[in-house]
């Protein structure tokens, strides 16, 4: 991302996007994140859920957070590098919805170098896309 002063006040750590042997690209930390402390956000076009559940129907790849029962956000267009977060069925991080917020925050310490990884949770793929991110007891589903 760059030096501290370049990376956005939100942004709370220095991290990169690289491809990741779990899907497409993902974050990677580029400096050590300590245990319980807040990595950085998303920002990105605020819309409704049935808008968001219309624009999920149609796209392969979806980054779109559920934020409220009425609200979401679409990161199609973020220039947040954590919109790359990869799902992992063992996260080291935790994505928190907190006053319309998208946070991440680490589960434990992360090293630089290692992928940032949050369980997504429930999705709207239901369990039809295959789990890539070979941990142990991965669930093999989202």
Sequence with gaps: MGT??????YQKFDVAVRRSPIDGFGVFALEPVPRWT????????SITVAEARRRAATLERIMIVEVSAKKAIDLARSTDPMRFTNHSCQPNGQLRIQEGRIE????RAIEPGE???VDYGETHHEGRLACRCGAAGCTGRL
């Design 104 to 107: 991440f925050y680490a589960l």
């Design 4 to 9: 501290l002063a370049e990376r956005p006040a």
């Design 115 to 117: 992928e940032i990884t």
């Design 38 to 45: 807040k990595i950085g956000e998303v920002r990105g076009e």
